[in-house]
């Protein structure tokens, strides 16, 4: 699914924000059907990804290449890596991939502080 989702994403050009924005609907939707012990529907996930063609998504997800079911079952930890964590107020921005906890974002919850490791060389330009 999350491979399935990645890929038509950028198959249909789908700019940051809006890739971002279906991530996250589709947690959120995955999230409450496994909070109230529902099936996960790939026919809404199709159309939380693509409202105008609500079912272009699950044919291709159902493909070959990605054969997900039209149930798909939940497993928590492994439906968070859809997400993106974003935060905006008027003096900062934050945002990023899920799937980076651990790996290249760390967050301390003691100390309530978040750690950016192997920063881009783009980032680190504008840093004096």
Do not use: H, W
């Amino acid at each position: 699914l999350i491979k399935a989702i990645e890929a038509y994403s950028d198959e249909n050009n789908f700019d940051r924000d809006t890739k971002i924005r279906k991530r996250n609907e589709i947690f959120q939707y995955c999230e409450d059907c496994m909070n109230q012990k529902k099936e996960i529907q790939l026919s809404v996930i199709s159309a939380l990804i693509n409202p105008e063609d609500a079912g272009s998504f699950q044919e291709f997800a159902s493909n070959e290449e990605y054969g997900v079911s039209s149930v798909i079952s939940g497993d928590k930890a492994r439906m968070k890596t859809i997400k993106f964590v974003t935060y905006r107020d008027k003096k900062m921005t934050v945002e990023f991939d899920y799937n980076l906890l651990g790996k290249d974002v760390f967050y301390d919850d003691k100390k309530k502080e978040l750690t950016i490791k192997n920063l881009p060389e783009r980032l680190t330009n504008q840093i004096p």
